[in-house]
Protein backbone atom coordinates (compact mmCIF):
# COMPACT_ATOMS: atom_id res chain seq x y z
CA UNK A 1 0.00 0.00 0.00
CA UNK A 2 2.99 2.28 1.38
CA UNK A 3 4.88 2.03 -2.60
CA UNK A 4 1.15 2.99 -4.15
CA UNK A 5 0.81 5.87 -2.29
CA UNK A 6 4.14 6.86 -3.14
CA UNK A 7 3.93 6.66 -6.18
CA UNK A 8 0.37 8.88 -6.29
CA UNK A 9 2.18 11.52 -4.60
CA UNK A 10 5.39 11.45 -6.86
CA UNK A 11 3.05 11.90 -10.00
CA UNK A 12 0.44 14.52 -8.41
CA UNK A 13 3.58 16.39 -7.06
CA UNK A 14 5.21 16.44 -10.77
CA UNK A 15 2.46 17.59 -12.33
CA UNK A 16 1.61 20.25 -10.25
CA UNK A 17 5.34 21.04 -11.12
CA UNK A 18 5.31 21.19 -14.47
CA UNK A 19 1.69 22.42 -14.90
CA UNK A 20 3.20 25.80 -13.00
CA UNK A 21 5.86 26.31 -15.79
CA UNK A 22 3.84 27.72 -18.98
CA UNK A 23 3.46 31.25 -18.85
CA UNK A 24 5.54 34.85 -20.39
CA UNK A 25 9.00 35.22 -19.30
CA UNK A 26 11.26 38.20 -19.51
CA UNK A 27 14.55 38.95 -18.35
CA UNK A 28 15.57 40.69 -15.34
CA UNK A 29 16.98 43.20 -17.22
CA UNK A 30 17.60 44.09 -21.25
CA UNK A 31 20.55 42.21 -22.06
CA UNK A 32 23.62 44.90 -22.68
CA UNK A 33 21.20 47.11 -21.32
CA UNK A 34 19.00 47.65 -24.54
CA UNK A 35 17.73 44.24 -25.52
CA UNK A 36 14.53 42.60 -24.56
CA UNK A 37 14.35 38.58 -24.02
CA UNK A 38 10.86 36.69 -23.93
CA UNK A 39 10.36 33.32 -23.91
CA UNK A 40 6.28 32.07 -23.73
CA UNK A 41 5.73 28.27 -22.29
CA UNK A 42 2.73 27.58 -24.06
CA UNK A 43 0.30 25.17 -22.42
CA UNK A 44 0.04 22.42 -25.37
CA UNK A 45 4.38 22.30 -25.04
CA UNK A 46 4.79 24.65 -27.75
CA UNK A 47 6.82 27.80 -27.03
CA UNK A 48 8.07 31.12 -28.36
CA UNK A 49 11.43 32.58 -27.81
CA UNK A 50 12.18 36.61 -28.61
CA UNK A 51 14.94 39.06 -28.81
CA UNK A 52 13.73 42.70 -29.05
CA UNK A 53 16.59 44.49 -30.63
CA UNK A 54 14.84 47.68 -31.30
CA UNK A 55 14.55 47.70 -35.00
CA UNK A 56 14.73 43.96 -35.53
CA UNK A 57 13.27 40.94 -33.56
CA UNK A 58 14.52 37.73 -33.45
CA UNK A 59 11.84 34.81 -32.93
CA UNK A 60 12.44 30.93 -32.70
CA UNK A 61 9.50 28.33 -31.82
CA UNK A 62 9.52 25.01 -31.32
CA UNK A 63 8.65 22.22 -28.65
CA UNK A 64 9.65 22.79 -24.92
CA UNK A 65 10.25 19.69 -21.73
CA UNK A 66 10.88 19.31 -18.32
CA UNK A 67 12.99 17.16 -17.15
CA UNK A 68 14.33 17.35 -13.02
CA UNK A 69 15.30 21.03 -12.70
CA UNK A 70 16.00 20.95 -16.96
CA UNK A 71 14.22 23.02 -19.10
CA UNK A 72 14.40 21.54 -22.62
CA UNK A 73 13.80 24.07 -25.60
CA UNK A 74 13.82 21.63 -28.97
CA UNK A 75 13.80 25.05 -31.93
CA UNK A 76 12.25 24.81 -34.88
CA UNK A 77 15.01 25.87 -37.22
CA UNK A 78 13.26 24.95 -40.62
CA UNK A 79 10.76 28.32 -39.62
CA UNK A 80 13.58 30.77 -38.85
CA UNK A 81 16.31 32.39 -40.99
CA UNK A 82 18.48 33.54 -37.69
CA UNK A 83 21.46 31.56 -36.81
CA UNK A 84 21.88 32.02 -32.68
CA UNK A 85 20.59 28.26 -32.22
CA UNK A 86 21.13 26.48 -35.12
CA UNK A 87 22.24 23.58 -32.88
CA UNK A 88 18.85 23.00 -32.04
CA UNK A 89 18.43 22.53 -28.60
CA UNK A 90 18.54 25.25 -25.74
CA UNK A 91 18.78 23.53 -22.12
CA UNK A 92 17.82 25.96 -19.66
CA UNK A 93 18.52 25.23 -15.69
CA UNK A 94 14.52 26.07 -13.76
CA UNK A 95 15.55 27.39 -10.14
CA UNK A 96 13.05 29.31 -7.81
CA UNK A 97 10.50 29.94 -10.29
CA UNK A 98 13.20 31.38 -12.52
CA UNK A 99 15.03 30.32 -15.53
CA UNK A 100 18.25 30.63 -16.49
CA UNK A 101 20.81 29.93 -18.83
CA UNK A 102 23.20 26.99 -18.04
CA UNK A 103 26.51 27.96 -17.40
CA UNK A 104 29.81 26.09 -18.80
CA UNK A 105 32.08 24.38 -16.54
CA UNK A 106 35.15 25.12 -15.57
CA UNK A 107 36.61 21.60 -17.43
CA UNK A 108 34.50 22.86 -20.52
CA UNK A 109 35.89 26.19 -20.20
CA UNK A 110 39.65 24.78 -20.43
CA UNK A 111 38.65 22.53 -23.44
CA UNK A 112 37.18 25.08 -25.17
CA UNK A 113 40.36 27.67 -23.98
CA UNK A 114 42.93 24.57 -25.14
CA UNK A 115 41.03 24.78 -28.09
CA UNK A 116 41.14 28.21 -29.03
CA UNK A 117 44.95 28.62 -27.86
CA UNK A 118 45.33 25.58 -30.42
CA UNK A 119 43.74 27.18 -33.10
CA UNK A 120 46.07 30.75 -32.63
CA UNK A 121 49.17 28.17 -33.07
CA UNK A 122 47.67 26.92 -36.20
CA UNK A 123 46.46 29.34 -38.25
CA UNK A 124 48.22 32.67 -36.38
CA UNK A 125 45.04 34.23 -35.33
CA UNK A 126 44.83 36.27 -31.72
CA UNK A 127 41.85 35.04 -30.76
CA UNK A 128 41.46 35.82 -26.70
CA UNK A 129 39.19 33.88 -23.96
CA UNK A 130 37.17 35.89 -21.77
CA UNK A 131 38.22 34.67 -17.79
CA UNK A 132 36.38 31.86 -16.71
CA UNK A 133 34.36 34.17 -14.26
CA UNK A 134 33.36 36.53 -17.01
CA UNK A 135 32.35 33.65 -19.06
CA UNK A 136 29.77 32.27 -16.87
CA UNK A 137 28.30 35.99 -16.02
CA UNK A 138 25.81 36.20 -17.84
CA UNK A 139 25.21 39.88 -18.83
CA UNK A 140 25.99 43.27 -18.37
CA UNK A 141 23.75 45.07 -16.41
CA UNK A 142 22.13 48.35 -16.75
CA UNK A 143 25.03 49.94 -14.70
CA UNK A 144 27.87 48.34 -16.88
CA UNK A 145 28.54 45.68 -14.50
CA UNK A 146 28.18 41.94 -14.62
CA UNK A 147 25.63 39.96 -13.12
CA UNK A 148 23.58 36.81 -13.11
CA UNK A 149 20.55 37.58 -15.64
CA UNK A 150 17.57 35.00 -16.05
CA UNK A 151 14.02 34.93 -16.76
CA UNK A 152 11.05 36.20 -14.54
CA UNK A 153 7.27 35.07 -14.76
CA UNK A 154 5.70 37.94 -16.33
CA UNK A 155 1.81 36.13 -16.36
CA UNK A 156 1.47 32.91 -15.77
CA UNK A 157 -1.22 30.89 -18.24
CA UNK A 158 -4.08 28.68 -17.18
CA UNK A 159 -3.67 25.20 -18.73
CA UNK A 160 -6.94 23.91 -16.84
Keep these: MR ?3 LLLLIFFFSKTNAQSIPGK ?3 NFPTLGMYAETIELNCDSTFLLSFDRH ?3 ETYTGKWLVKADKLYLQIDTSHTVYK ?3 GGVLVLIIKN ?3 YHQKISKNEYKKLNATVRKLNRDSGTNFTMP ?3 KMISTSTNLHGG ?4 YYKKLAPFNCT
Design 97 to 99: EKI
Design 131 to 133: SYK
Design 146 to 149: LAEQ
Design 3 to 5: PLI
Design 25 to 27: YTT
Design 55 to 57: VLT
Design 84 to 86: RYQ
